[in-house]
């Protein structure tokens, strides 16, 4: 499958009930190519309008903390376990992600990125290990087949809890020092 293929068969898609309500499918953004693949959980109001992931809020934050690192958006891919917005922003329901799933694996596939950094912790327990828990073991790389995996927390939960922002800064020196050596 390459890109164009997979692109089609995502807007296409209706595998499950977020495709009633979508605005846009939010498939991803940045570099094809990319050694680091940033996953979130799914779209959010702003994303679903737009129809890319993380333009919000989180998204500028997220572009901030990228910058700090000396990293843009251009040099890393960006994408959701989900690519069509949960009502309210609830968490994506277990079949809900099962469906996208496939099209996470086919991006992957595609990018072979050498990095995943999960933000949040859906996207954690949905990549790393179904217990993960974001305020234990954020930060810990673990080794996925040969590609190198972190976690750290979301974004949004840094706007809603800004103590916690120390915690992810110290998670992307980790991330930073990581990519310099691929």
């Given at each position: 499958?390459?890109?164009n293929?997979l692109?089609?068969?995502?807007?296409?898609?209706?595998?499950?009930?977020?495709?009633?309500?979508?605005?846009?499918?939010?498939?991803?953004?940045?570099?094809?190519?990319?050694?680091?693949?940033?996953?979130?959980?799914?779209?959010?109001?702003?994303?679903d309008?737009?129809?890319?992931?993380?333009?919000?809020?989180?998204?500028?934050?997220?572009?901030?903390?990228?910058?700090?690192?000396?990293?843009?958006?251009?040099?890393?891919?960006?994408?959701?376990?989900?690519?069509?917005?949960?009502?309210?922003?609830?968490?994506?329901?277990?079949?809900?992600?099962?469906?996208?799933?496939p099209?996470?694996?086919?991006?992957?596939?595609?990018?072979?990125?050498?990095?995943?950094?999960?933000?949040?912790?859906?996207?954690?327990?949905?990549?790393?290990?179904?217990?993960?828990?974001?305020?234990?073991?954020?930060?810990?790389?673990?080794?996925?087949?040969?590609?190198s995996?972190?976690?750290?927390?979301?974004?949004?939960?840094?706007?809603?809890?800004?103590?916690?922002?120390?915690?992810?800064?110290?998670?992307?020196?980790?991330?930073?020092?990581?990519?310099?050596?691929?």
């Open positions: 499958m390459d890109w293929e692109n089609e068969a995502i807007k296409g898609c209706s595998k499950c009930v977020l495709a009633n309500d979508r605005n846009n499918v939010v498939i991803g953004d940045g570099n094809k190519e990319a050694n680091l693949l940033i996953v979130g959980e799914g779209p959010g109001k702003n994303e309008l737009k129809g890319k992931p993380f333009v919000g809020r989180a998204g500028q934050l997220l572009d901030k903390i990228l910058q700090a690192i000396d990293l843009s958006r251009e040099e890393v891919y960006i994408t959701n376990i989900v690519k069509c917005r949960p009502p309210n922003n609830r968490d994506p329901l277990s079949e809900e992600k099962e469906s996208c799933l099209y996470l694996r086919a991006q992957f596939l595609l990018i072979r990125p050498k990095i995943i950094l999960c933000l949040g912790r859906i996207a954690a327990q949905t990549l790393i290990e179904p217990n993960f828990k974001i305020t234990k073991q954020h930060g810990q790389w673990y080794d996925k087949k040969g590609v995996m972190m976690a750290t927390f979301h974004p949004a939960a840094l706007l809603r809890d800004p103590s916690r922002k120390k915690s992810v800064w110290e998670d992307v020196q980790k991330l930073k020092q990581k990519y310099d050596e691929i």
